[in-house]
């Protein structure tokens, strides 16, 4: 079972920005598209980007614009750059693998929270 530790939440004002990390306990050039979600208090978890082996992305229209997506095969590792955060961002962002139909458990995400 793949595992998956996020880190490099915080607290950040708005119009701050974090860049999150992904460590992946297998290859990620072998589970090839990565994704991040995140999930808000009393909402669903949403999807955010995702990024091919390769390195083509796409990206939810909530964040297109804001935030970039990147990954290190070589360090089984993702990252998720952040910029021009606000409010609404604040949320418990996971990474996992693309689609949600192919999850087959979620790490412990890392808290985002968007506050002056």
């Known amino acids: 079972q793949v595992q998956l530790v996020e880190s490099g939440g915080g607290l950040v004002q708005p119009g701050g920005s974090l860049r999150l990390s992904c460590v992946v306990s297998?290859?990620?050039?072998?589970?090839?598209?990565m994704a991040w979600y995140r999930q808000a208090p009393g909402k669903q978890r949403e999807f955010l980007a995702a990024?091919?082996?390769?390195?083509?992305?796409n990206y939810a229209d909530s964040v297109q614009g804001r935030f970039g997506i990147s990954r290190d095969n070589t360090k089984n590792t993702v990252y998720l750059q952040m910029n021009s955060l606000q409010p609404d961002d604040t949320a418990v962002y996971y990474c996992?693998?693309?689609?949600?139909?192919?999850?087959?458990?979620w790490g412990q995400g890392t808290q985002v929270t968007v506050s002056s």
């Open positions: 990024i091919l082996r390769g390195g083509s992305a």
């Open positions: 996992n693998v693309f689609p949600e139909r192919y999850i087959r458990s």
């Open positions: 297998e290859s990620i050039f072998r589970l090839n598209i």
